[in-house]
């Protein structure tokens, strides 16, 4: 039992920053059906960013909480430039292009990114200073340290933030409208220019406090840290539906608990040696409290693909989504 | 009246001329195309060995693009996860040629298996999928992709199946009777190499998947791809049975890629998860995008293109760098990809339907864009 709620408590923590990141892609496909291969680069940065700023204010008598603040302060304006001027200068002239290329514009500016910040942060794993003193509550037999209950609740007001922006303000009303139709939007007086590069700066800024969020849970940030979360994260998107705000959050969530539930029991569930008929051919391996495990926990990313890809298959337009995009 | 039948006549039997002409020149070129691609292995040899090495990749990369053009350029089908034959091709060879499992089969016997098991795979993730569309099958594609490889990078417990990350290595090399792939050869004063004598293999295979490529765009089967890229739903109307023929490409495409895995394993003589990343597949679909979607020649412009330059700049970045401010500024390994990113953001921006465009397929992409 408390095995269980301890891995709900991770996969909650893990899910929540998918959830925000997935945003980002989401946002961005919702308006242009484009997907955003360098918004995982995005997330890196922030979390390098913040890396140096907390690295260099961690020898002063700052309180540990505004140094961290002032991390993700300075993270997140960052991000946000990039967001604003990956738009501006890579996908903005591919606005009326082949619907692949601005794909390739994206791996590209993922290569530039990932080894700009190779040049500027080196090729090592970087330690985030552990400057806040990370206590851990027992909830029922299980751990919750207090960065995972920042991380979820910090998620979960950055996700409500965001749809109050969405669905209830003007400029909330103009992204929607840009997503339903481009065209129809623009004789309406939305300035579509103008919401496309707010969805990528808004995804971006989003990104970076996520970014921080995953350097600190893992302790660790690195130039190709961006590519798997980005993976996940998108995944997490397409899990939900595509374009879909609030199914970018559930895929996120989802997909983290999958991940952590899955890594938790697979061990168990298919040690061969706990399975009473398989006993007889295996006799001699399972003797002594012997294990034949078929799937361990290195199994970790199969469960998230397995999921999304079984999803998929019986909601071909994932959880929530209702468009279904005519051709690749 | 006469006088315009025998002018319409004469115009046609100029036309007609003309044609022959055309006709023959265009043999020519051909055969004159062939007879320098053959000669290029001396040519490269004589600047060392490495770079016939190179070409080689060069090649086995151009294969699997074309592979990967019947899926994404004919069939307009968004695979992520293509490398996944590739990988599976190569696991076949290296498991049934390598003092792994102590087989060593021939290679024409393995090459073929690889390609059904790779087809077979290639099924496996066409059926349940047929239902996707756009990039929900490029998620589940690429997921899929990823499985394969984490399945190769843990199969090596309980029972040891692909040893794991440390990978197979002392994979036999491909043998013609008395002729091995891995000695030289001496006939009269030429020195044939193991590696050039796999890039005349390669240029054989490749000569043949070029022709099957050709005869496959005009085909029934290709034109249904086409079909069903423009609409599937007007495909499905017009008689065509898209369940299978989507499953065709799929097939088709995966085959290619489990042959080119073969020969990669052969040439390379050890196999490992890490040359199957996602990355791998990225840069086919760059490869294909890049060239020009659906266009044979482009694909393998495109391919060739994006194997040669990063070696190019291997070779020219620090030196450049030497003279022109007498030190090393920047690692040229950083700077080399820089380089390769940028220039695969600018070729999207001038040329975004790729340098060499199939002329249909530009029509239809830039449709149903905002």
Same mark, same amino acid.
């Given at each position: 039992m408390d095995i269980l709620l301890q891995q709900i408590i991770n #996969?909650?923590?893990?899910? =929540?920053? !998918?959830?925000?990141?997935?945003? #980002? !892609?989401? %946002?961005? !496909?919702?308006?242009?059906?484009?997907?955003?291969?360098?918004? #995982?680069?995005?997330? %890196?940065?922030? +979390? %390098?960013v913040a890396f140096s700023v907390i690295t260099a204010l961690a020898g002063s008598n700052l309180p540990p909480l505004v140094i961290v603040l002032a991390g993700v302060m300075a993270?997140?304006?960052?991000? &946000?430039? &990039?967001?604003?001027l990956l738009e501006r200068v890579a996908y903005r002239p591919l606005r009326h292009a082949p619907r692949l290329a601005p794909l390739i514009t994206a791996i590209g500016m993922s290569i530039i990114l990932q080894h700009l910040a190779l040049l500027v942060w080196g090729r090592n794993p970087l330690a985030f200073?552990?400057?806040?003193?990370?206590?851990?509550?027992?909830?029922?037999?299980? +751990?919750? =340290? =207090?960065?995972?209950?920042a991380i979820i609740l910090m998620s979960l007001a950055m996700m409500a933030g965001l749809s109050w922006f969405v669905y209830r303000?003007?400029?909330?009303i103009a992204i929607r409208a840009t997503a339903e139709n481009v065209h129809v +939007?623009?004789?309406m007086g939305v300035n579509a220019d103008r919401v496309i590069a707010a969805t990528f700066i808004i995804g971006a800024g989003l990104g970076a406090v996520a970014g921080v969020m995953y350097g600190s849970y893992y302790g660790i940030a690195h130039y190709t840290m961006g590519f798997n979360l980005g993976l996940k994260a998108f995944s997490a998107a397409v899990l939900g539906g595509i374009g879909n705000i609030a199914g970018a959050m559930l895929g996120g969530i989802l997909l983290g608990l999958v991940e952590a539930l899955g890594t938790g029991y697979v061990g168990e569930?298919?040690?061969?040696?706990?399975?009473? %008929?398989?006993?007889?051919?295996?006799?001699?391996?399972?003797?002594?409290?012997?294990?034949?495990?078929?799937?361990g926990s290195n199994y970790q990313d199969v469960f998230a693909f397995l999921t999304l890809i079984l999803v998929l298959v019986f909601r071909p337009s994932g959880l929530l989504g209702e468009r279904v995009s005519e051709r690749a | 009246m006469k006088t315009t039948r025998s002018g319409v006549s004469e115009k046609a039997n100029a036309c007609e001329s003309r044609r022959y002409a055309v006709a023959k020149s265009h043999r020519e070129r051909v055969g004159l195309v062939l007879v320098a691609v053959a000669l290029m292995a001396f040519v490269l040899a004589s600047a060392g060995t490495a770079w016939v090495r190179i070409t080689n990749f060069a090649v086995l990369f151009v294969l699997l693009s074309l592979g990967l053009n019947i899926v994404v350029g004919f069939a307009g089908l968004l695979d992520l996860g293509y490398i996944a034959f590739y990988a599976v091709g190569a696991y076949v060879y290296a498991l049934l040629a390598s003092p792994h499992f102590g087989l060593h089969l021939p290679f024409w016997i393995i090459l073929p298996i690889g390609a059904a098991v790779a087809c077979l795979a290639g099924i496996v993730l066409g059926a349940p999928t047929l239902r996707l569309r756009g990039d929900y099958l490029a998620i589940v594609t690429l997921g899929f992709g990823e499985i394969v490889r984490i399945f190769m990078n843990n199969l090596s417990s309980p029972v040891?199946?692909?040893?794991?990350?440390?990978?197979?290595? /002392?994979?036999?090399? @491909?043998?013609?009777?008395?002729?091995? @792939?891995?000695?030289?050869?001496?006939?009269?004063?030429?020195? @044939?190499?193991?590696?050039?004598?796999?890039?005349? @293999?390669?240029?054989?295979?490749?000569?043949?998947?070029?022709?099957?490529?050709?005869?496959?765009?005009?085909s029934r089967i290709g034109r249904a791809w086409v079909a069903i890229r423009e609409d599937e739903i007007a495909a499905k109307a017009g008689g065509i049975n898209t369940r299978n023929i989507k499953l065709l490409a799929f097939a088709m495409g995966a085959s290619f890629g489990g042959i080119a895995g073969g020969m990669f394993a052969a040439i390379q003589g050890f196999v490992s998860p890490e040359s199957f990343i996602l990355n791998e597949s990225i840069m086919v679909l760059a490869m294909v995008v890049l060239g020009g979607m659906g266009n044979i020649w482009g694909v393998i412009a495109g391919a060739a293109l994006l194997s040669f330059v990063p070696?190019?700049?291997?070779?020219?970045?620090?030196?450049?760098? /030497?003279?022109?401010?007498?030190?090393?500024?920047?690692?040229?390994?950083?700077l080399r990809m820089l380089v390769f990113g940028l220039a695969l953001v600018l070729t999207m921006r001038f040329r975004p339907a790729g340098l060499w465009p199939e002329t249909r397929h530009r029509r239809e992409l830039n449709e149903g864009r905002v």
């Open positions: #996969g909650l923590t893990t899910g =929540s920053v !998918y959830a925000v990141v997935a945003l #980002g !892609y989401t %946002m961005v !496909y919702g308006v242009i059906q484009l997907i955003n291969f360098a918004h #995982g680069e995005v997330v %890196m940065i922030g +979390a %390098m993270a997140v304006p960052a991000c &946000m430039l &990039m967001g604003f200073p552990q400057i806040i003193d990370n206590r851990v509550f027992g909830i029922g037999g299980a +751990a919750i =340290s =207090s960065v995972q209950i303000t003007r400029f909330g +939007a623009g004789l569930l298919t040690d061969l040696c706990t399975w009473p %008929m398989a006993h007889g051919w295996l006799g001699e391996r399972c003797a002594d409290g012997g294990h034949f495990v078929l799937f | 040891n199946l692909t040893n794991g990350p440390k990978g197979i290595n /002392r994979i036999d090399p @491909f043998q013609i009777g008395p002729l091995k @792939f891995s000695a030289s050869d001496t006939f009269g004063s030429l020195i @044939f190499s193991g590696p050039i004598k796999y890039y005349y @293999f390669l240029l054989l295979v490749l000569l043949a998947v070029i022709v099957i490529n050709r005869r496959l765009q005009d070696e190019l700049l291997r070779y020219t970045v620090e030196p450049a760098q /030497r003279a022109l401010f007498g030190k090393l500024l920047v690692d040229p390994e950083v």
